[in-house]
C-alpha cells in the first residue's frame, strides 16, 4: 500500500546535495551527504514496504476479500507463506528463505517477517504488529518493529497510526542507521467499495533518522501527502527537511497530477525533479 513514496525524499537530498556544491572540498563533502541520504532513502523504503508485503501474503492467502487486485509486486516465488488462524494474535510468516531471493519488486530479500494481529485491518482497534528474524533487503540487514493501530473513525473517515522503530546494518560498510517515525493515515476515499485502486489515503506526520557517525535527519510533513493507490507517486503534499548537517529544503509533490514532477525548494532557489 505504501511503495516507494518517501524514497522520494532521499532522492531529494541526494539531487540538492549535488547541485550546491562547487569547490572541490564542498564537492567532498556533497558526495558524503549523497551516500548518507542514499541510506536514509533505503531505510525508510524498508519499513514502509513491510505493510505492503505483509497485505499482499496475507489476500494472496486468502483470496477474494478486498484487495483481489492487489498484484503481489512485493513477493517472489520463493517467499512461503504462513497464516496461523489458531492463535490469538493471528501469527502471518513471511518466510523468504536462508539465501538471497529475487522479488517481483527488483529487491534481493531472506530471513522472516512475521506479522501478528488481532482483527482484520479494516476493524477499529485491530493493532497490526511487525517483526523481523534475520531479516535481509538487499544484504542489508532490517530490525526493529512496525506497529500499525486502526484507531476507528475520525471525523468520519477511517484512521490508522503507524510507528516505526528499527535499524539497517549497511553490507558495504558497515554503517548502520537508527530509524524512528509516527505517521496518520486517513482513508478518504474507496472506502465502500471491493477493490484497491480507488482508494486514497492522506498522510501526515515525520521521522527522524540518526547515523552512526552522528548525521541526523528531521522530516516533517507540513501539508498531507495524498496518496491514491492508482497512481505510484504521491500527487499532492510538502515535506520539510532538516539535516544537521546543511541548510532547510521543502519538497513539493505537486498539485494532484499524477506525474513523476517534484520541487526542492532550499531558501528562494527551486530545483525541479524528476521522480524515478
Known amino acids: 500500500m505504501k511503495q516507494t513514496a518517501f524514497s522520494l525524499i532521499g532522492l531529494s537530498l541526494l539531487i540538492v546535495a549535488a547541485l ?34 505483509s497485505d499482499q501474503a496475507y489476500y494472496a492467502s486468502l483470496p477474494g ?12 516465488p520463493c517467499a512461503t507463506i504462513t497464516l496461523d488462524t489458531t492463535v490469538m494474535p493471528r501469527v502471518l510468516t513471511i518466510d523468504f528463505g536462508t539465501e538471497n531471493c529475487l522479488c517481483n519488486d527488483g529487491k534481493y530479500r531472506r530471513g522472516m517477517i512475521i506479522v501478528t494481529f488481532n482483527g482484520r485491518w479494516r476493524r477499529p482497534g485491530t493493532v497490526v504488529t511487525h517483526t523481523f528474524q534475520n531479516y ?13 493501530t486502526n484507531q476507528g473513525f475520525v471525523n468520519g473517515k477511517m484512521t490508522f497510526s503507524h510507528v516505526n522503530n528499527g535499524s539497517v546494518t549497511f553490507a558495504q560498510n558497515g554503517e548502520s542507521l537508527t530509524w524512528q517515525s509516527e505517521k496518520t493515515h486517513v482513508w478518504i476515499e474507496g472506502f465502500g467499495t471491493p477493490r484497491w485502486r480507488d482508494d ?27 496518496r491514491e493507490l ?24 505537486g498539485d494532484g497530477t499524477c506525474d ?14 524528476t521522480l524515478p
Open 260 to 273: 513523476n514532477q517534484a520541487t526542492i525548494t532550499i531558501g528562494d532557489q527551486v530545483i525541479v525533479i
Open 136 to 148: 535481509f533487503v538487499n544484504d542489508n540487514h532490517v530490525q526493529g518493529s512496525k506497529v500499525m
Open 65 to 76: 476479500l478486498k484487495g483481489g487486485d492487489n498484484d503481489p509486486s512485493r513477493l517472489g
Open 200 to 226: 486514497v489515503f492522506l498522510i501526515s506526520g515525520f521521522s527522524n533518522v540518526s547515523h552512526s557517525n552522528g548525521r541526523t535527519v528531521e522530516r516533517l510533513i507540513i501539508e498531507p501527502l495524498r
Open 20 to 53: 550546491v556544491s562547487c569547490k572541490k572540498s564542498e564537492d567532498s563533502e556533497s558526495s558524503v551527504l549523497n551516500r548518507q541520504s542514499k541510506l536514509e532513502a533505503f531505510a525508510e523504503e524498508a519499513f514502509d514496504e513491510v505493510s505492503e508485503i
Open 230 to 253: 492508482s497512481c505510484r507517486y504521491f500527487v499532492s503534499g510538502k515535506v520539510r527537511i532538516t539535516p544537521s548537517n546543511a541548510r532547510q529544503r521543502i519538497l513539493d509533490f
